[in-house]
């Protein structure tokens, strides 16, 4: 049986627990019975606002970590019974994570990498939105890019990185050391240029703005995980990211991203 938690309408106050039948695998897809689902913020915001789904009733939720239940035509690498982590994305799909069983696209899944249940989850959606920031809305070198590398002094501010799960991200100082860190940064011959911003508000955007303006970079740049607030001072360019434009504008990205770079990320820190 094939348990869902479905939102019936748009802005519905409660989901609906309801028995549906188990789906099949398209090509290119893979059914994966569930045994973790993650909550993240854009569930409320899809839920509470409406946020990005047109066709009711849905089932939300984005992050997983399962074993393979079904594979379909044209689908290498996965057999069934593997043990996965995945991004159902509901704002892509219309299928989302908060059911028994779910469909995933074959690029938005890697091996669970030796994670548990409980924690793989975690992952998916963090790692997309960071990677979606980084390496399209500000144009940085994707790790292991078999580009030839260039020296570069420039240096990049996250705003709130506490908020995103990779290991390679770090809290930067909170605003009272800021005029520190530049100082030490220029000390060191680097240049901020570009800005990630994780705590989107008036005051965040302000303040990271003046910094790049400040710092004196050519060309800066912010990326913020969240609308621009209304009424903010645009002092320097930016974007919006989100996740899911990997799996509809950046497909490269989500294959290089689950099918290369997760991997390789955390055998280097367990070595």
């Given at each position: 049986?094939?348990?869902?938690?479905?939102?019936?309408?748009?802005?519905?106050?409660?989901?609906?627990?309801?028995?549906?039948?188990?789906?099949?695998?398209?090509?290119?897809?893979?059914?994966?019975?569930?045994?973790?689902?993650?909550?993240?913020?854009?569930?409320?915001?899809?839920?509470?606002?409406?946020?990005?789904?047109?066709?009711?009733?849905?089932?939300?939720?984005?992050?997983?970590?399962?074993?393979?239940?079904?594979?379909?035509?044209?689908?290498?690498?996965?057999?069934?019974?593997?043990?996965?982590?995945?991004?159902?994305?509901?704002?892509?799909?219309?299928?989302?994570?908060?059911?028994?069983?779910?469909?995933?696209?074959?690029?938005?899944?890697?091996?669970?990498?030796?994670?548990?249940?409980?924690?793989?989850?975690?992952?998916?959606?963090?790692?997309?939105?960071?990677?979606?920031?980084?390496?399209?809305?500000?144009?940085?070198?994707?790790?292991l890019d078999a580009?030839?590398?260039?020296?570069?002094?420039?240096?990049?501010?996250?705003?709130?990185?506490d908020r995103l799960?990779?290991?390679?991200?770090?809290?930067?100082?909170?605003?009272?050391?800021?005029?520190?860190?530049?100082?030490?940064?220029?000390?060191?011959?680097?240049?901020?240029?570009?800005?990630?911003?994780?705590?989107?508000?008036?005051?965040?955007?302000?303040?990271?703005?003046?910094?790049?303006?400040?710092?004196?970079?050519?060309?800066?740049?912010?990326?913020?995980?969240?609308?621009?607030?209304?009424?903010?001072?645009?002092?320097?360019?930016?974007?919006?990211?989100?996740?899911?434009?990997?799996?509809?504008?950046?497909?490269?990205?989500?294959?290089?991203?689950?099918?290369?770079?997760?991997?390789?990320?955390?055998?280097?820190?367990?070595?």
């Amino acid at each position: 049986m094939n348990l869902t938690a479905v939102l019936p309408s748009k802005q519905a106050p409660a989901l609906e627990v309801r028995p549906l039948t188990i789906p099949s695998p398209g090509t290119g897809e893979l059914v994966v019975r569930n045994r973790a689902v993650a909550g993240n913020p854009v569930d409320h915001l899809v839920q509470n606002l409406g946020l990005g789904v047109t066709v009711y009733p849905t089932v939300l939720g984005s992050d997983v970590a399962d074993d393979v239940a079904a594979v379909g035509p044209g689908v290498t690498g996965s057999a069934e019974g593997d043990r996965v982590l995945g991004f159902a994305g509901v704002l892509y799909t219309s299928t989302g994570a908060c059911q028994t069983y779910t469909v995933l696209q074959a690029t938005a899944r890697r091996h669970s990498l030796g994670l548990e249940y409980a924690t793989a989850p975690a992952l998916p959606l963090a790692a997309l939105t960071a990677a979606s920031a980084l390496f399209v809305e500000l144009g940085i070198h994707r790790p292991l890019d078999a580009r030839p590398v260039v020296q570069s002094h420039d240096g990049l501010l996250v705003w709130g990185a506490d908020r995103l799960a990779p290991p390679a991200c770090s809290t930067m100082p909170t605003p009272p050391s800021l005029t520190n860190m530049i100082a030490a940064a220029k000390a060191d011959g680097i240049t901020l240029v570009r800005a990630l911003i994780t705590a989107v508000s008036p005051s965040s955007v302000g303040s990271t703005s003046a910094v790049l303006l400040f710092a004196g970079g050519p060309q800066p740049k912010t990326a913020t995980l969240a609308p621009w607030p209304q009424g903010a001072p645009e002092l320097v360019p930016h974007a919006q990211t989100l996740a899911v434009a990997a799996f509809t504008q950046h497909t490269d990205l989500a294959h290089w991203l689950f099918g290369t770079y997760l991997a390789q990320a955390i055998a280097d820190r367990d070595n």
